[in-house]
């Protein structure tokens, strides 16, 4: 069975730094496009970042520059580098599993960006 | 890249009809057949409901059926249930620097 589990995400001060990680099981992190989609409060979807099977990464204009999408594949664990937040950061994020379709979704974590 | 247009809401009856539009350009929903469609209840994740425009993924009910004709798709479900009220985003492939683009969303009310 494919799982997808967040954590990581919490309150944090504008300009502060994050670390969301995505735990998996049921399938090989490396060999999936992998990425992170975030849902302000009230609001719709929006890609944040893609890491394809190869490594190559792929970023919302938004967050270009402040944030970073990595993986550990002896973890099978996808991880959200987040610096330089931003109240217009704050979100749920989720972490799906897709190729030209984000087919498997994880619960999402919280990130709060106040002071 | 513009999130892709959906009717804020939609609402009907139980048993009737009803169909959401996703509207987007050439560059999107117009040039892929990877049209996708979720379903998302409040405080939950979303659900994938049909990909490559009109497929169901296993376990999804066949009231769920999409179409696409140019730059708009559409997600019908029919025999409407209290249990289809959610929200529902559409998602279109666009190239691989940015792979998904999602619709505005759309709360579907039971009446």
């Known amino acids: 069975e494919v799982q997808l589990v967040e954590s990581g995400g919490g309150l944090v001060q504008p300009g502060g730094s994050l670390r969301l990680s995505c735990t998996t099981s049921?399938?090989?992190?490396?060999?999936?496009?992998m990425s992170w989609v975030r849902q302000a409060p009230g609001k719709g979807l929006e890609w944040v970042s893609t890491i394809y099977s190869g490594g190559t990464t792929y970023y919302a204009d938004s967050v270009e520059g402040r944030f970073t999408i990595s993986r550990a594949d002896s973890k099978n664990t996808l991880y959200l580098h987040m610096n330089s937040l931003r109240p217009e950061d704050t979100a749920v994020y989720y972490c799906?599993?897709?190729?030209?379709?984000?087919?498997?979704w994880g619960q999402g974590t919280l990130v709060t960006v106040s002071s | 890249q513009s999130a892709l247009t959906q009717p804020a809401s939609v609402s009907g009856s139980p048993g009737q009809a009803i169909t959401i539009s996703c509207t987007g350009t050439s560059r999107d929903v117009g040039g892929y057949n990877y049209v996708s469609w979720y379903q998302q209840y409040p405080g939950k994740a979303p659900k994938l409901m049909i990909y490559e425009v009109s497929n169901r993924p296993s376990g999804v009910s066949d009231r769920f059926s999409g179409f696409k004709s140019g730059n708009t798709a559409s997600l019908t479900i029919s025999g409407l249930q209290a249990e289809d009220e959610a929200d529902y985003y559409c998602?279109?492939?666009?190239?691989?620097?940015?792979?998904?683009?999602f619709g505005t969303g759309t709360k579907v009310t039971v009446l």
């Open positions: 799906a599993r897709g190729g030209l379709t984000p087919r498997d």
């Open positions: 998602s279109s492939y666009i190239n691989t620097a940015t792979p998904y683009v």
């Open positions: 049921g399938f090989i992190v490396s060999g999936n496009y």
